[in-house]
């Protein structure tokens, strides 16, 4: 059983630049997520899911794409890399689709440079 | 707009205390609160939540509690040891989710 796989776990790009950052999940949970974590600022929610097909945003979602074509997958587009994107992103799923009755699963998370 | 209060300074105490942390938030009625455990570049780690209807919780050498009229959860850690040094986050769970930014614990041998 291996949770929430992320890829990669290092990534630098140059402003400008677009990358797509993969989430995997093997517990069949509904709900996944996407985090940024930043020094000070807590995690902050870019993206989420309840299921295959269906996406909203979080607190934090401009200069970022998702989508859910399966269960297991979830990931993130980075369409134009800016500097203010440099960050930490962590990939979570959680097995209820509301009211935070379990808790996340966390990947172990990208740490992206933009130069 | 929320806001979560954790212990702003990190937090050092001696080996078998009781270490305790807390959880101040405002302007959100969670259904649960949850904590969580970080260690330097990992994932958060989930260790336990409770209900807005309970008072305390407890796992092992953990116990958390929660007031929903003070709007504050505390976390315990009782005896202490140095592998418990780590970042402890607590998260308000309800239709949406939100993190806090987390108390260092440096757990002095």
């Known amino acids: 059983n291996a949770g929430v796989t992320q890829t990669p776990k290092f990534q630098v790009l140059k402003t400008g630049q677009s990358m797509t950052l993969q989430c995997a999940q093997d517990?069949?949970?509904?709900?996944m997520s996407w985090y940024r974590q930043d020094p000070g600022m807590g995690l902050r929610l870019i993206h989420y899911s309840v299921g295959a097909g269906i996406t909203d945003q979080g607190e934090v979602p401009n200069g970022y794409n998702v989508s859910r074509s399966t269960t297991e997958d979830f990931p993130l587009r980075l369409l134009s890399a800016a500097p203010s994107q440099t960050s930490v992103y962590f990939c979570a799923s959680r097995f209820d689709r509301g009211l935070g009755s379990t808790g996340y699963t966390f990947g172990s998370g990208t740490r992206l440079t933009v130069v | 707009s929320q806001k979560i209060e954790q212990n702003s300074e990190a937090l050092n105490i001696q080996e078998g205390k009781t270490a305790t942390l807390t959880c101040n938030y405002t302007?959100?009625?969670?259904?649960?609160l949850q904590w969580y455990r970080q260690d330097p570049g990992r994932g958060p780690v989930f260790l336990l939540l409770?209900?807005?209807?309970?008072k305390e919780k407890r796992k092992e050498r953990l116990k958390v509690t929660f007031d929903t009229t003070l709007k504050q959860s505390l976390f315990h850690i009782t005896a202490s040891q140095p592998a418990d040094s780590a970042t402890y986050l607590c998260a308000l769970a309800g239709n949406q989710f939100y993190f806090g930014t987390g108390t260092s614990l440096t757990v002095i041998p």
């Open positions: 302007n959100y009625s969670p259904a649960y």
């Open positions: 517990m069949n949970h509904e709900y």
């Open positions: 409770i209900r807005e209807n309970e």
